[in-house]
Nanobody, 111 residues
């Protein structure tokens, strides 16, 4: 059974940084493409970052250059480093792998 557990969310001022973590069990992350999604109230969940099995990454345009997705194979954990945060980055962030979702972690960017 795949289990994904996100952590690291919180409140930060505009321009600040946060690092989200997604710890996995029941699946090896380095053998699967992983993605981070985010969702705001009333909106659809949308992907913001992906990391493939070969380590290649891609980003949604609004976060490219500010967010970095990475993977620690030994810890079976995927990270999302978020820098230069903006109020519009406020959302619940979810990790996703092979049809499984975590419960999400809330990021609030506000002064």
């Amino acid at each position: 059974q795949v289990q994904l557990v996100e952590s690291g969310g919180g409140m930060v001022q505009p321009g600040g940084s946060l690092r989200l973590s997604c710890a996995a069990s029941g699946i090896r992350l380095n053998f699967n493409t992983m993605a981070w999604y985010r969702q705001t109230p009333g909106a659809e969940r949308g992907a913001v970052a992906w990391i493939a099995t070969n380590g290649l990454t891609d980003y949604e345009d609004s976060v490219r250059g500010r967010f970095t997705i990475s993977r620690d194979n030994a810890k079976n954990t995927v990270y999302l480093q978020m820098n230069s945060l903006k109020p519009e980055d406020t959302a619940v962030y979810y990790c996703y792998c092979r049809g499984s979702w975590g419960k999400g972690t809330l990021v609030t960017v506000s002064s």
